[in-house]
């Protein structure tokens, strides 16, 4: 008998966009279960450390200043419409989480407190110390605990699954303990299964980032969207590409090159350190390339701030940079380079997490919805700013999961076969069967992440995108033939890390190609063979259709503008 | 330089599903961790190596095991701290708990505890319209508890947990204290008088491995001592445990050392004649050996006992 679990609404992934959805589903009242790689506070949700924000107008900030800092911040790639919602429902969700048991700073008077956070020219970043990711995710999954939401720890997620008519039916998964494969059916699936990190190396990401989520609603036949805006962070620890969080310098950190000098006032004389993450991360990779690094590093220098604040606002950095740098921050600068960090593009969703065209159609995988980093509204555009991303997780999250709890209440069971069951073991099987050679997972994946860094990083060009382009096929090649070495049943990690790189191969893939495609330089996304931004050609966003046979179908999708006309943007 | 690592292996598919110890010798950087060695290992030498690691900067535990006899983060650990003169490094899975394969260990347990602590706020009255009021101060306080990152570090050294695997333990406690402590919650004394249950807060034996081992600083045996104090405060009904702290102190104020027989009587209570013959034979062997312990108007106070008294006012005097 094959085993079959049937939900409501079924979560894949439980970082904050997954925890905060599942429990909107709940309380849409549907069953909803969370199927996840790892125990829910092991995701990467933990790794945000600088904080969340939103513009409170109790405390005299507005909305539209929020809102049009991350219009900005994107380089006015980011939907308008989807960006208003962000900054007008921030508010409410922060207090929502406070209630929640959220331990937010506080000021002397009691209320929550606030740090600046770059791209914005307002303290609005609301935070707990600098592991203000960890501190929500811990309550999330408090909440679900209270609320008994049924969890599927370490699972993995092989495939969306579709009735006859191409509507979206639940996934198929093994349980990573056992090997048992199991259907998991659901009227509507929630993918919010997280970023991409480890297509790059280094990258600030867990070694969980892998692009699961946005393989699995590719192949599924949703749409991706602005692959090529990937997000290199300015401080980054060299080697292992560990992050420091922006609140170092949102507390006033200094960054200096090898001369000693604050280089940022020749590239952002107003803002400084807090332009946006893409302006400042070129800057510092511009600095090192003419020689004014030491070592491929600038300097972040916390020592004027005082060992007080440092102790008590930036406690996990003065950690980090001690245990993984050897570097004592209230007595020394520490060396930091730009590191590739988040992806700005995803799975096409609309303002409720559907998997919707424009005219309000399902495109694609009807019954699909995705939220946070896995999704692309677009609000991020080419550019995220700091502390917008948990923020994103949130708001987005909480809509998606409302949205589809109501559409399930529409919907009737799916009619799934137990085929999908026996062909994803068959699969399964078959890669564990392959002979052995000499090549290994961890060597493709290796050169993988070597190639993106080097061709699709800070300065991307026509030749280096091109031969990268050739370099990922070939991997994809060795990947189809590459042996697996554990060929138990029980915890066989290997296995995972070979469906894992499969799902990258698709993320370099994509990337690559919207990198090609979108012949001009916006965001992160700078081309030296076309410098300038064209606002004329490409105020508009790449979507890339999978096909199994042959290249992605492309398609274009002009950006929402609301009230904020595009301008030249400078810091 | 050249390290070797003795790693603890298990393979429950194998024939004879016996845990074993593999060596592996392995080219060390300066920089690099032991999680760093062990993914090294598990790329280039055995790929079926088996651990749990994500993040790798201490933030998402996962990679909590054993290092040279005590729970850590493998992220965490340097390499060279352990092996600058050729040292082996010994690797094994957490303890207190089952091990599925190799070094990843089955969990299910620990959150459970976790859960039984009933661990989400619970505030009294209505909502507020905006934040909850609460001072920097206590906000602050909290900070260094919700650290806490649930690697199971703490859980897998505690001594008192391999005596009785019932013991909630420490992780849960903190956990538990972190409610207690937010001005936020209105549950306190309910949760301490779970917690007064046994296998609860009194069953601590106060061997301070857990604040020794935990990567984050959490100290849960502090927490568990806070927790007991707030208990004995707010009056929870009295145990063996709080009997035995009260008694315990009030000895060694009146006589400046302890009267262990006394400590016994006040501790389980003289009427309590099924505890008291129990302790009979050991009285008696002690007897025999004539070990038995002076008590009650025999036992005088120490010489200078006047002068402990005052430092047990002066501590009660401090706010």
Redesign the interface.
């Known amino acids: 008998m094959m085993t079959a679990y049937e939900f409501d609404v079924l979560v894949m992934g439980a970082g904050l966009a997954g925890l905060r959805a599942a429990l909107a589903a709940h309380q849409a009242g549907v069953t909803v279960a969370v199927i996840t790689k790892v125990h829910p506070v092991r995701s990467h949700s933990n790794a945000a450390q600088g904080g969340i924000n939103a513009a409170l107008t109790d405390r005299g900030d507005k909305w539209e200043e929020h809102a049009f800092e991350t219009v900005k911040g994107s380089d006015y790639l980011g939907d308008q419409d989807a960006v208003e919602i962000l900054a007008q429902e921030a508010g409410r969700d922060i207090l929502a989480l406070e209630h929640m048991g959220v331990i937010f700073n506080r000021n002397e008077d009691g209320r929550l407190g606030t740090r600046r956070f770059g791209g914005q020219q307002r303290a609005r970043t609301f935070f707990v110390s600098d592991f203000t990711g960890q501190a929500l995710l811990h309550v999330l999954y408090e909440q679900v605990m209270k609320a008994r939401l049924p969890v599927f720890e370490e699972w993995f997620v092989t495939s969306l699954v579709k009735d006859e008519h191409g509507q979206c039916g639940g996934v198929v998964a093994f349980e990573i303990r056992s090997g048992r494969v199991a259907l998991f059916k659901a009227k509507a699936v929630i993918i919010a299964a997280g970023g991409l990190g480890r297509v790059f190396e280094p990258s600030t990401n867990a070694l969980i980032c892998t692009g699961d989520g946005i393989a699995i609603a590719y192949r599924g036949g949703a749409p991706l969207m602005d692959m090529e805006m990937v997000q290199y962070h300015p401080t980054t620890l060299r080697g292992k590409g560990l992050l420091l969080s922006e609140a170092a310098r949102g507390e006033g950190a200094y960054l200096l090159n090898a001369d000693g000098e604050r280089f940022m006032e020749q590239y952002a004389p107003n803002m400084m350190e807090l332009a946006s993450r893409d302006v400042v991360s070129r800057a510092e990779q511009i600095e090192i390339n003419e020689g004014r690094g030491s070592n491929g590093c600038v300097l972040l220098d916390c020592r004027h701030l005082g060992k007080a604040v440092i102790r008590e606002r930036l406690s996990q950095i003065l950690e980090e940079a001690k245990s993984f740098a050897n570097i004592d921050l209230t007595e020394e600068p520490v060396p930091v380079c730009p590191g590739m960090h988040y992806i700005m593009g995803g799975m096409k969703t609309d303002v409720e997490g559907r998997c919707w065209d424009p005219a309000g159609r399902w495109q694609g995988v009807p019954g699909l919805f995705a939220a946070g980093e896995v999704a692309c509204l677009s609000l991020h555009g080419g550019n995220r700013l700091g502390a917008n991303s948990l923020l994103d997780t949130v708001v987005f999250g909480r809509r998606a999961g409302r949205c589809a709890g109501e559409y399930a209440k529409t919907r009737p069971h799916p009619r799934i076969g137990d085929a999908v069951v026996k062909d994803e073991e068959h699969g399964i099987k078959r890669i564990l069967a392959r002979p052995g050679t000499d090549d290994t997972v961890a060597r493709i994946r290796h050169e993988m992440g070597r190639t993106m860094t080097e061709s699709l990083g800070l300065f991307r060009d026509q030749e280096g995108m091109t031969l990268a382009q050739r370099t990922i096929a070939g991997l994809r090649e060795r990947w189809n033939r590459v042996a697996i070495h554990d060929k138990g049943q029980v915890f066989n990690t290997s296995l995972v890390r070979a469906l894992e790189l499969d799902f990258m191969l698709d993320c370099a893939e994509t990337i690559t190609l919207g990198g090609l495609t979108r012949t001009e330089s916006r965001g992160a996304h700078f081309r030296t063979d076309c410098l300038d931004r064209d606002d004329e050609h490409w105020l508009k966003h790449v979507l890339m259709y999978h096909r199994p046979d042959g290249p992605p179908r492309l398609d274009f999708l002009p950006v929402r503008v609301t009230r904020w006309e595009p301008q030249v943007r400078v810091y | 330089m050249l390290t070797t690592f003795r790693i603890r292996r298990f393979?429950?598919?194998s024939e004879s599903p016996q845990p074993y110890f593999e060596d592996y010798a392995l080219v060390t950087e300066r920089?690099d961790t032991v999680l760093?060695a062990l993914i090294r290992i598990?790329?280039?030498v055995?790929?079926?190596l088996?651990?749990?690691?994500?993040?790798?900067?201490?933030?998402?535990?996962?990679c909590g095991m054993r290092i040279n006899g005590h729970a850590t983060l493998a992220c965490?650990t340097k390499v060279a701290a352990l092996a600058s003169s050729g040292e082996t490094i010994h690797v094994e899975p957490m303890n207190n708990m089952p091990v599925?394969?190799?070094l990843?260990t089955d969990?299910a347990g620990f959150?459970e505890k976790?859960?039984h602590v009933?661990?989400?706020?619970q505030?009294t009255g209505p909502?507020?319209e905006?934040?909850?009021?609460?001072?920097?101060d206590a906000?602050?306080h909290?900070?260094g508890v919700?650290?806490c990152?649930?690697c199971g570090a703490c859980v897998s050294d505690c001594a008192a947990l391999e005596v009785n695997p019932d013991f909630v333990g420490p992780a849960a406690l903190a956990k538990a204290y972190r409610f207690v402590a937010?001005p936020?919650d209105g549950s306190g004394s309910s949760r301490l008088t779970a917690l007064n249950n046994p296998n609860g807060m009194w069953d601590c034996t106060r061997c301070m491995e857990c604040i020794e081992v935990c990567p984050k600083g959490v100290g849960a045996m502090d927490r568990i001592m806070t927790l007991r104090a707030k208990g004995i405060e707010q009056g929870v009904p009295s145990t063996s445990g709080s009997r035995h702290t009260e008694a315990f102190a009030e000895i060694i104020e009146r006589k400046g050392r302890l009267d262990e027989p006394m400590l016994a009587v006040r501790t389980f209570g003289l009427t309590n004649f099924k505890q008291m013959f129990s302790f009979l034979p050991m009285v008696l062997r002690a007897f025999v050996r004539g070990k038995l312990p002076k008590s009650g108007p025999l036992f005088r106070p120490i010489p200078g006992a006047d002068r402990i008294r005052r430092l047990f006012r002066r501590a009660k005097e401090r706010p």
Do not use: F, H
Request: net charge negative; charged share 30%; proline share 9%.
């Open positions: 393979n429950p598919e920089s760093d598990r790329e280039t055995d790929e079926s088996t651990l749990r690691c994500s993040c790798r900067g201490a933030i998402c535990g996962s965490k599925i394969k190799d990843v969990m959150w976790i859960r009933q661990p989400w706020l505030p909502e507020p905006g934040e909850y009021l609460a001072s920097p906000m602050n909290l900070t919700m650290g990152i649930m937010d936020r």
